[in-house]
């Protein structure tokens, strides 16, 4: 215990800003000895630049198509990047509407862009969504893919 002690205070007057840090996980005990680690600590998170938001991107080849099982419908499509610099993207947001208009589905369609979309770069999106939110509307020629958005 009073070895113990020592060796707290050793370190202390050994490596001041040891004792004055708030991560302790910024010194070690190797073979008896106190090694301060000090300079190797991140003392504030690493700052990275963020990826700016999505502004010109432009989405094509929108369509609705059913599935092969039956019950289900697929939405797909293809968003460019039609700026000159990277854009964010991780999902697009679209409205299922009827002829008549109504808003029968609202959805999100995974975009898998990593760390943002290149300028020129273009994705295929796609999403599967339950025949029973048409709510009776069957007929998909009457049916349209609207895209809302993207985050």
């Known amino acids: 215990m009073i070895r113990k002690f020592f060796t707290i205070i050793a370190a202390i007057t050994l490596f001041p800003t040891v004792a004055g840090a708030q991560d302790q996980v910024c010194y070690m005990e190797w073979e008896g000895q106190i090694i301060d680690l000090s300079s190797m600590c991140v003392t504030k998170p690493i700052e990275t630049e963020p990826v700016p938001v999505a502004t010109n991107l432009r ?28 854009s964010s993207i991780s999902a697009v947001q679209f409205n299922v509407i009827s002829s008549d208009g109504s808003i029968l589905a609202s959805d999100t369609a995974p975009v898998q862009a990593g760390a943002g979309l ?11 969504i339950n025949k029973n939110v048409l709510r009776g509307n069957l007929n998909l020629s009457d049916l349209q893919v609207e895209i809302t958005g993207s985050v």
């Open 59 to 86: 989405f094509y080849d929108v369509q609705i198509s059913p599935r092969s099982d039956g019950n289900s419908l697929e939405i797909t499509g293809t968003v460019i990047n039609e700026s000159n610099q990277v």
């Open 118 to 128: 290149e300028p020129g770069q273009q994705l295929a999106f796609s999403k599967v």
